[in-house]
């Protein structure tokens, strides 16, 4: 042949190739539910061979603090939606449990999970973000919704992601938000409301959930394996533990939280950015280099 | 040697070529290594923005709000979506213009473009998110021009969108949200007093208003509209109406003089600060700065001006003063308002940067100052100067004390005596009869004051003369900003003026002199007329 058509020949050899090896590595299911209620169950992890289960109970020792009331009489409207009186929701479940904690695997995944295509959805229902505590995956969409009528914003402040702040002025969804870096956990707030706090957790896979009232929660469609598992709580702050997960099996396990705990927690989240923190772990000095840490 | 002559130039130059290589090898690389803003950087904005970009700065400690942190990358003022990076010309903007009601100023003149330009890239190298994001710019519209429908428009928008809840009805920042706000690192912030759209971080025009009710303003409380754009909650009109709108809330052009004209009453003085008949009386503007001076000095006053109008008669003098307050101190929504910027500002001047005064930061040493009220204080020279030497501008000395009217929100008028700054006594004696009345509506205080013109003591008081410019100083104070003794706002000297109506003589004698010029020159012109036609010979 010519040089001119062995060229080509060979262009589109390369070409058609590439096609091929491209296409093939798309993973197209994004797969079921997704948590939106907060009820213990985790986001939607793509069908995996032999999976199994994590089960998960968060006791809580000792007697719950009182939960401070919220002073909402400058918006009766919401004010109404709330039978018993605002409160806040810093520590909630049924006796001797703890609910609204948020429970990831920190270790022990490997690959990359791709996000599915259903947002989160957080909704603010009588001036309160509903779900209060909620998970996300890193790239997921999340929509903030204002069911109550009048005027809110959702202010996100993350340190690793970009903060951003939103106004709702009426009943409205807005576009979906996506976090790009994993970050656990990210607080949202109404500037107009002052009470009105909630956290969303960023995670780079699906395998996260967040315990109910009853204390239980569940991670479904986990590949086996022996697996970090953290828990966050808002007051009582983190602590972790091993699970091992059989194929086709399921995993319990039981987080433990008390009263005493609030002392020394270790809260992670959006804190007041630090300009002294030169640390090589410090969120300011991460670079774009870096591997997207499994958190 | 026994080279030719020709070749020992080029031999000289060669060996000197090879010492001086290195050298000029290691400065080009030195160069090469810096990036071409970090000299510029380093010289003019490293002393409040720090070294290292962190808005640790040496200066830091003395503003509110704090300078920019370039690592975090949150910039307020730029033509992208809330959450978004800014664009270059964004940063170059607030570069050239400053950001006016905070330290930040323009550097266009200080700059030449190049160095402006650089120190766009070095600002940027500071943080990692300028690597992995790209500006998400959002398309903005051109003004529409302002009419009267869309301010009205607005109007109602911004009462339907609920913009009152932090920035008040009347738009002084005074809502019912506004003592809780913190920025996005933690230290106190107030929603902008849209009266006053010379503060406004990015400008006070009808577009600096629209974008920034498009982008939001990240780093603090103030949210993007851009999602209720697009889910078609307000049109894009309906947001320029909101900026025509709150266009229209400014005072328009507020010229500063010297002189504040204080006018003969017709028909007697106004009963009180309400009364309609000062709505005639021309308004002066007094603008007040921190008192810096003095320790404790004070870095970030909440009152920036006051308006001054003033009347008299044969009799009395009044002065009304007002002026923007978000509350009526001691107003106990503020209390931890006051605490939180008392933490941050007050205690050591030149205290930890990074002080944010958030609840963890409050501990039981500063504890919160006790409740001060709002107050106002105008003072005087005990007598009329007679040269340009006026006692010293900041509430006098001992040698050559002031004579000060004070009125505070937690007492009454009174009449003092400075002798220094901060150094306040009753007058001795009975006073001269000053009487005062105060009003607050609406994140607005107006004070007014009345005194019979002659002073019933002719040593430490002034009285009122007309016709003379008589010096006159203020100082503002707003309680619920934890400002007392003196930390406050402060004026320079201006001057009184009680003016004097224009007699008739004023317009009279002009009148005549014309009739009478007039009147000769007709006379002599005709006089030499008729000398020509009765055939006159030259004289």
Redesign the interface.
């Known amino acids: 042949m010519s040089n001119t058509r062995v060229t080509r020949t060979f262009a589109a050899l390369f070409v058609t190739g590439a096609l091929l090896a491209c296409s093939g590595g798309d993973n197209t299911q994004g797969g079921g539910e997704t948590d939106t209620a907060g009820g213990g169950e985790s986001a939607a992890p793509m069908a995996v061979a032999n999976a199994g289960t994590i089960t998960g109970m968060v006791n809580f020792e000792g007697m719950k603090p009182a939960n401070e009331p919220i002073d909402m009489s400058e918006e009766p409207d919401c004010q109404a939606k709330h039978p018993n009186g605002p409160m806040t929701e810093t520590v909630v479940g049924d006796d001797g449990k703890l609910g609204n904690v948020f429970v990831r695997i920190t270790e022990g995944l490997s690959g990359d999970h791709p996000a599915p295509s259903e947002p989160v959805i957080v909704d603010q229902v009588g001036c309160d973000y509903v779900p209060h505590v909620v998970g996300v995956m890193v790239g997921q969409g999340i929509e903030f919704k204002n069911s109550d009528g009048l005027a809110h914003n959702v202010q996100a402040q993350p340190q690793d992601n970009r903060p951003f702040n939103i106004s709702q002025p009426t009943s409205m969804t807005s576009a979906a938000q996506r976090f790009s870096a994993p970050e656990v956990m990210i607080p949202i707030q109404c500037s107009i409301h002052g009470w009105m706090k909630g956290y969303i957790g960023a995670v780079a896979h699906p395998y996260f959930a967040t315990s109910a009232m009853d204390g239980s929660f569940t991670i479904s469609n986990v590949p086996p394996g022996t697996y970090t598992l953290e828990a966050w709580h808002e007051k009582y702050g983190t602590m972790t533990q091993q699970v091992t997960v059989d194929p086709n099996g399921t995993a319990t396990v039981t987080f433990g939280y008390s009263a005493s705990m609030a002392e020394n927690a270790v809260v992670p989240l959006g804190e007041p950015f630090d300009p002294h923190n030169h640390s090589a772990d410090g969120t300011a000095m991460r670079h774009a280099g870096d591997a997207p840490q499994m958190r | 040697m026994s080279l030719p002559a020709t070749r020992r130039p080029r031999l000289t130059a060669h060996v000197l070529g090879a010492l001086l290589f290195p050298a000029v090898l290691t400065s080009t690389a030195a160069a090469a290594q810096e990036p071409p803003g970090k000299v510029t950087y380093e010289k003019w904005c490293s002393g409040c923005h720090?070294v290292?970009g962190?808005?640790?700065g040496a200066g830091a400690a003395f503003m509110l709000p704090r300078p920019r942190?370039f690592?975090?990358a949150?910039y307020q003022i730029r033509t992208t979506?809330?959450?978004?990076?800014p664009t270059d010309d964004d940063i170059l903007r607030v570069i050239n213009e400053g950001m006016p009601g905070t330290a930040m100023p323009g550097w266009r003149n200080a700059l030449t473009q190049n160095e402006r330009q650089d120190l766009v890239a070095y600002v940027k190298s500071f943080s990692?998110?300028f690597?992995?994001?790209q500006p998400d710019v959002l398309d903005l519209s051109a003004a529409p021009g302002r009419t009267d429908e869309l301010v009205e428009s607005g109007r109602r928008k911004f009462q339907?969108?609920?913009c009152w809840?932090?920035h008040g009805m009347a738009g002084r920042g005074n809502g019912?949200?506004a003592p809780?706000?913190e920025d996005?690192?933690?230290f106190p912030i107030r929603p902008a007093d849209l009266t006053q759209p010379w503060l406004f971080n990015g400008g006070s025009k009808a577009e600096d208003i629209y974008r920034a009710l498009r982008t939001?303003?990240?780093?603090?409380?103030?949210?993007?509209?851009?999602?209720?754009l697009?889910?078609g909650?307000?049109t894009d009109d309906q947001l320029w109406g909101i900026a025509y709108y709150i266009e229209s809330l400014a005072p328009g052009k507020a010229v500063v003089r010297e002189v504040i004209e204080a006018r003969l009453a017709e028909n007697g003085l106004p009963a009180s600060p309400d009364d309609p008949a000062w709505n005639a009386i021309e308004r002066f503007w007094v603008p007040l700065v921190g008192q810096i001076i003095v320790s404790p000095r004070w870095f970030s006053p909440a009152i920036s001006g006051v308006w001054v109008q003033a009347m008299y008669d044969d009799d009395d003098i009044a002065v009304r003063l007002s002026w923007d307050d978000r509350s009526k101190s001691p107003d106990p929504a503020w209390a931890d308002w006051r605490s939180r910027v008392t933490a941050v500002m007050e205690p050591k001047e030149g205290g930890d940067?990074?002080a944010?005064a958030?609840p963890a930061a409050t501990d039981s040493s500063t504890a919160a100052p006790p409740a001060s009220p709002d107050a106002i204080a105008m003072w005087f020279p005990r007598s009329l100067p007679t040269s340009m030497e006026r006692p010293y501008f900041f509430m006098g000395n001992t040698k050559d004390p002031v004579y000060m009217w004070h009125w505070s929100s937690l007492g009454d008028g009174s009449e003092m005596l400075g002798r220094g700054p901060g150094m306040i006594d009753p007058v001795p004696g009975n006073g001269n009869g000053l009487a005062t009345q105060s009003s607050f509506q609406d994140g607005e205080w107006r004070v007014m004051f009345r005194r019979p013109r002659a002073a019933a003591d002719s040593v430490d008081a002034i009285s009122f003369t007309a016709g003379q410019p008589i010096p006159v100083a203020f100082f503002a104070w707003d309680g619920d900003n934890g400002e007392t003794g003196t930390r406050g706002s402060l004026s320079t000297w201006f001057f009184v003026y009680l003016t004097e109506p224009a007699s008739g003589a004023v317009f009279a004698t002009p009148l005549l002199a014309t009739l009478l010029t007039a009147g000769l020159g007709l006379l002599v012109v005709g006089r030499a007329q008729r000398r020509e036609r009765n055939g006159g010979t030259d004289d």
């Open positions: 720090g290292d962190r808005g640790d942190n690592v975090q949150l979506r809330s959450g978004s990076l990692r998110f690597e992995t994001d339907e969108l609920e809840k932090c019912q949200s809780t706000q996005n690192n933690k939001g303003l990240d780093g603090t409380p103030m949210p993007s509209l851009e999602d209720a697009q889910g909650i307000v940067v990074t944010a958030g």
